[in-house]
């Protein structure tokens, strides 16, 4: 069985940075997707970034690219969002998600999710 487990999430003045992890248990091989998606109160989920652990092949959103970097540490299962000049618009609960096999764009198993609030 598969599970996530995140932490990192908190709040910090815009302009701030916040680095936020996600450690995956279950996993029996490589092939597998892990992601990261946020939602914020009245809005719609919003997929943030990605990667193909198999290949390490990475997807960043267009309205973060530039300022989140996501990334995989294989020897700790643990994917990373490091999330650099933020803006308030970024505040929302940040869901971390995984699946077997390639990206796609929809997830087998979620995370509890990790809060962000970024102040003006």
């Known amino acids: 069985q598969v599970a996530l487990r995140e932490s990192g999430g908190g709040s910090v003045q815009a302009g701030g940075s916040l680095k936020l992890s996600c450690t995956a248990f279950?996993?029996?091989?490589?092939?597998?997707?892990m992601g990261w998606s946020r939602q914020a109160p009245g809005k719609e989920r919003e997929a943030v970034a990605r990667?193909?652990?198999?290949?390490?092949?990475?997807y960043v959103a267009e309205s973060v690219k530039g300022r989140f970097t996501a990334s995989h540490d294989n020897a700790k299962s643990t994917l990373y969002l490091q999330m650099n000049s933020l803006e308030p618009e970024d505040s929302a609960m940040y869901y971390c998600?995984?699946?077997?096999?390639?990206?796609?764009?929809?997830?087998?198993?979620w995370g509890q999710g990790t809060q962000v609030i970024v102040s003006s």
């Open positions: 990667i193909y652990i198999g290949s390490g092949a990475t």
């Open positions: 279950g996993f029996t091989n490589s092939n597998y997707c």
């Open positions: 998600a995984a699946q077997y096999g390639y990206c796609g764009r929809t997830w087998r198993y």
